[in-house]
């Protein structure tokens, strides 16, 4: 069982950095973030593979959004620049054996996501 867990987000003002983390229980496995409007699809976001020397990232977040890992401490970091108000949403981390992309069906386990609130 690889075990994923979710910290950072919160609160932040519009135009600011909100910065997301993520633990997974082993290093070996390739990392995306995702989000979730209420009523809406889950939204992939960005992937990094295991050793972190490749990313992905959606084109709605791209040069924005960074993500980025540390495999010293077993996390994942998703960084998001010029953070909007419609950034308001759930964001969950996941964890693939074989993509870092946006196949959501391929990610096999995930965090249970944190609360994120960009007020104006």
């Known amino acids: 069982q690889v075990h994923v867990r979710e910290s950072g987000g919160g609160l932040g003002q519009a135009g600011g950095t909100l910065r997301l983390s993520c633990v997974v229980s082993l290093r070996t496995y390739h990392m995306g973030w995702f989000r979730q409007a209420s009523g809406k699809e889950r939204e992939f976001l960005a992937g990094i593979s295991a050793r972190g020397g490749q990313t992905s990232y959606a084109d709605s977040v791209e040069g924005r959004f960074t993500i980025s890992r540390d495999n010293a401490q077993n996390s994942v970091s998703l960084q998001m620049d010029s953070a909007q108000p419609d950034d308001t949403t759930d964001y969950s981390c996941?964890?693939?054996?074989?993509?870092?992309?946006?196949?959501?069906?391929?990610?096999?386990?995930w965090g249970q996501g944190i609360q994120v609130t960009v007020y104006s």
């Open positions: 996941a964890a693939s054996k074989v993509t870092w992309e946006g196949s959501q069906q391929l990610y096999d386990y």
